[in-house]
């Protein structure tokens, strides 16, 4: 199978999509990751939209001049939770406002005001945040450096989407790529679709899906099992600035003996910009300005 290159280009209004989806592809921790840095977009006239779209989702990923807040939903089979959050230039700070669909109690919104007000008085809690953070990036950097490489594309027809006709591919494990690192490993055992804009050149959709079973760091003790998989939606969220807007995951595996099962929806919405100099102490005096959490129950 050879990487297909880019097919007609489309005049069509498409969807705009946002630049933080890809760096989630790995399953770091077993758990979503955020967007990581970038690498700059190669322009070689023979370049596919493939390379192109991933290319953008990577020089787009370094731009972090456009921090925002928003709402993030998310749910499992057990339990499901409503945050604000504020992206700080000291890593984000959140705000508890709702518990399965229902504003918070009395008696928990002042546990989640007391928790915050521990955070303003140890700033080392947020500087060991905002550590994991910048860790985390750096680890899904490599798995976006990755993708061209790491996958054969194919491309599959076209989707009618409301915003426009988007390029469907199919991927594969390219059976040349060699993983340098555990980061990486886990796309040699990954095959899926990846939905791309052709006229924005940006990713829409990705769908991943487990071949085989893929150890993740601990030989024996950990292990991701056949059959998990991962679906990720990005949308323009306002002024061009592309983010993730849902992201879904199910996935069974083992962990130092004990089986896991990770089922979980993350839904992400209300993006409004925030100044970009915005200290973590001011994020968490703008949590405390937003409308009621009922307001936030019913989204």
């Known amino acids: 199978m050879e990487i297909c290159t880019e097919t007609g280009k489309r005049k069509t209004g498409i969807m705009a999509k946002p630049t933080q989806v890809l760096g989630i592809f790995l399953l770091l921790n077993l758990a979503p990751i955020c967007a990581a840095p970038a690498r700059a977009a190669a322009e070689a006239p023979g370049a596919s939209l493939v390379d192109r779209a991933l290319a953008n989702e990577l020089r787009n990923a370094r731009d972090l001049q456009h921090p925002m807040r928003y709402v993030l939903h998310k749910s499992s089979p057990r339990l499901s939770t409503t945050k604000l959050i504020v992206e700080t230039t000291d890593g984000a700070v959140a705000r508890?406002?709702?518990?399965?669909?229902?504003?918070?109690?009395?008696?928990?919104?002042?546990?989640?005001?007391?928790?915050?007000?521990?955070?303003?008085?140890?700033?080392?809690?947020?500087?060991?945040?905002?550590?994991?953070?910048?860790?985390?990036?750096?680890?899904?950097?490599?798995?976006?450096?990755?993708?061209?490489?790491?996958?054969?594309?194919?491309?599959?027809?076209?989707?009618?989407?409301?915003?426009?006709?988007?390029?469907?591919?199919?991927?594969?494990?390219?059976?040349?790529?060699?993983?340098?690192?555990?980061?990486?490993?886990?796309?040699?055992?990954?095959?899926?679709?990846?939905?791309?804009d052709p006229v924005d050149q940006r990713v829409v959709r990705l769908e991943g899906h487990l071949q085989k079973d893929v150890n993740i760091g601990w030989g024996i003790l950990g292990r991701l099992d056949k059959g998990g998989w991962i679906i990720i939606d990005q949308a323009d969220v306002g002024d061009g600035q592309w983010r993730v807007v849902r992201f879904q995951m199910q996935m069974n595996g083992r962990i130092f003996f004990k089986s896991r099962n990770f089922d979980t929806l993350e839904e992400e919405s209300g993006f409004a910009p925030v100044p970009a100099n915005l200290n973590y102490v001011q994020g968490i005096h703008l949590l405390r300005q937003d409308p009621p959490p009922a307001h936030f129950a019913q989204h």
């Open 96 to 196: 508890l406002v709702a518990v399965d669909r229902k504003p918070l109690s009395a008696a928990a919104e002042q546990r989640e005001q007391a928790r915050l007000d521990g955070l303003l008085r140890n700033p080392d809690n947020q500087r060991n945040r905002k550590q994991r953070e910048d860790a985390d990036a750096r680890r899904a950097l490599k798995v976006l450096r990755a993708l061209p490489l790491a996958f054969l594309y194919q491309f599959a027809g076209t989707v009618d989407e409301p915003h426009g006709v988007l390029d469907r591919f199919t991927f594969l494990p390219n059976p040349a790529y060699d993983p340098p690192d555990l980061e990486t490993a886990v796309l040699t055992a990954m095959a899926g679709e990846i939905w791309i």
